[in-house]
């Protein structure tokens, strides 16, 4: 349960487990709340350290935005020592050199060529750890072999790889599934409220998404409960429909 941020809304982890619930979904073990692991998150920021591979930063969003904007990653600035005193966030020194290249699941070769990934934010400025940091740490630590989300996060990948190969931890799988979008192709409006998540329309719901992600299932399917049609979708499940997709859009007139 990713936690970390102090903006999340009390009762919403527990609301979120209820619907996975509901969609059929099972964990193995007891679901482990990040906000409970600072420890762990903390004792790979000092091995981190130690190795001598990060540096203290203050650069502002602001002071970055024009010069990050122009290179599209940190342009290193205070790898020599943070620019003005105040707060600093920690990031990682990403060498130049380092070139990364994965094969997803579903989106197939990946690459990030060198000089593209930039430091990346390992704590914020605000000491809260990083994402990128604890779910690295997260996986390892869980034995996650196959990481599998949405095409959105691909982004942040080639930093996780990185991050995993510096604390010495091993690489899992990653599967990056296509985003719906409006049917222009445009992001989704969050105004569309036919497409918020109903428990009591579980299975019909689960049925449109698999659908949309081009795993036609039956016709027979119509009306069943969560469970049967994530047991048919275990069952038939074929990536090669959705290979190199990063984006579904919906049909003009329809949503789940
Ligand atoms: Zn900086």
Known sequence: MEDLDPRCIEGCAEEQLRTLEAFGFTWDGPVEYQSRRTAHYQEALERLRAAGVTFECSCSRRELASEAAALGRYPGTCRTG??????????????????????????????????????????RRDGVFAYQLAVVVDDALQGVTTVVRGADLLESTGWQIALGRALGLPAPRYGHLPLLTEPGGAKLAKSRRSLALEPQRAGEQLLTVLTLLRQAPPRALAGAPAREVL???????????????????LPASTGP
Do not use: K, Y
Not at 97 to 121: H, R, S
Not at 231 to 249: D, M, V
């Open 82 to 123: 943070a620019r003005h005193p105040g707060p600093t966030a920690t990031r990682l020194r990403i060498d130049e050199g380092l070139a990364l290249a994965v094969e997803d699941l579903f989106q197939g070769p990946i690459q990030w060529p060198a000089g593209t990934l930039g430091d990346v934010i390992i704590r």
């Open 231 to 249: 047991a048919w979708a275990l069952e038939h499940w074929s990536s090669a429909p959705l290979h190199g997709l990063r984006q579904i859009a």
